[in-house]
């Protein structure tokens, strides 16, 4: 489990062919990575990657090939940047949201303009993860945490202060590329007990009546 907070970028110094997968190799001296055991969770651009050898300089990992085609780690170079976080412990400020680490898809950016001195990029999502994404709610971009500012159907908007785009690979977005997307944990079990409706007694005029959902 992460919360979307990124701790600082990696470099991508491998990317070795193994029976069909692949090992990755990722230098990130600043993430002190010598410190962890084998096993350990590391978020790269928003996928949950299994370290199977740490150093003072980095940590390699195995990349599935279901892994491979469903996220954007299939389309990395050596020499490209990554972000990068530490799995969340009890003692970890919880300052973004809840984040799995499994990627629910792959959106594309399809525009940027400057906001003063920050960025709003608009990113479109596969539709049928567009239902997940709602307006000032959160979403997990690339392993980031962001807040969503404005939906229309497939498409929504994102605000990229100064902060986040020096210490994250966001400033490098530009249209057409391809980013990791992990929607909000809460509506995917949401949806889950919502369409159960021999239980829980939970409906959507419940969550009206209770505030948890705007009435149209």
């Not at 990722?26 to 928003?46: A, N, Y």
Request: proline letters at 3%; aromatic letters at 4%; charged letters at 25%.
């Amino acid at each position: 489990m992460f919360t979307g907070i990124v701790q600082t970028m990696g470099t991508i110094e491998a990317l070795t062919p193994r029976g069909g997968d692949v090992r990755l190799g990722v230098r990130c001296p600043d993430l002190h990575t010598g410190s962890g055991t084998v096993g350990d969770s590391i978020s790269v651009s928003g996928v949950c990657l299994t370290a199977i050898e740490l150093d003072e300089n980095g940590f390699r990992a195995d990349v599935s090939r279901e892994t491979l085609d469903h996220t954007t780690l299939g389309q990395c170079r050596p020499g490209g940047r990554v972000n990068l976080e530490m799995a969340l412990t009890l003692a970890t400020p919880l300052g973004g949201h809840l984040v799995t680490g499994h990627v629910d898809g792959i959106g594309e950016v399809v525009d940027r303009r400057d906001d003063g001195r920050s960025i709003r990029f608009g990113i479109r999502v596969p539709r049928e993860l567009s239902r997940y994404v709602a307006r000032k709610g959160s979403v997990c971009l690339d392993g980031v945490s962001l807040t969503v500012n404005d939906v229309s159907g497939d498409r929504f908007g994102v605000n990229i202060v100064p902060h986040t785009l020096e210490v994250t690979t966001l400033s490098e977005w530009v249209a057409g590329v391809a980013v990791n997307l992990e929607v909000d944990i809460v509506a995917r079990y949401l949806e889950r007990l919502l369409g159960d409706d021999s239980s829980s007694g939970l409906s959507l005029d419940k969550l009206k009546e209770t505030g948890f959902a705007e009435s149209v």
